[in-house]
């Protein structure tokens, strides 16, 4: 299972970000896809997770109500959508996969930076 977690960089606080998880192997659409992210100095956390149905589950209070996440299975990817993004979002930001939102566990790849700074 190999995802590529792209679209990070810099954006100023206020601005708006999407990142994209795409599959070069299999199928998302059939499977849960998460982002996690490591802001530096801190543990890696579950962000927010879209399940196989397409319902989105938020595992950071932050982050309701400004990410979403969504699926274009035409071009097999995956999306988190990013706005008003504040400082404390600067993290590297991964994507994994999973038959459930529960067996998705932090992947070993790398990830896509996302930096929010003025």
């Known amino acids: 299972v190999q995802l590529q977690a792209s679209g990070g960089g810099l954006v100023q606080p206020g601005g708006s970000l999407t990142l994209s998880c795409a599959a070069s192997r299999f199928t998302l659409h059939y499977y849960a896809i998460a982002w996690f992210r490591q802001a530096p100095g801190k543990e890696r956390e579950r962000v927010s997770c879209l399940t196989s149905t397409d319902n989105i589950l938020y595992y950071s209070d932050s982050v309701k109500g400004r990410f979403t996440m969504s699926r274009d299975s035409a071009k097999n990817t995956v999306y988190l959508q990013m706005n008003s993004l504040k400082p404390e979002d600067t993290a590297v930001y991964y994507c994994?996969?999973?038959?459930?939102?529960?067996?998705?566990?932090?992947?070993r790849g790398p990830g896509t930076q996302v930096t929010v700074s003025s």
């Open positions: 994994a996969s999973g038959d459930t939102c529960r067996t998705v566990v932090s992947p």
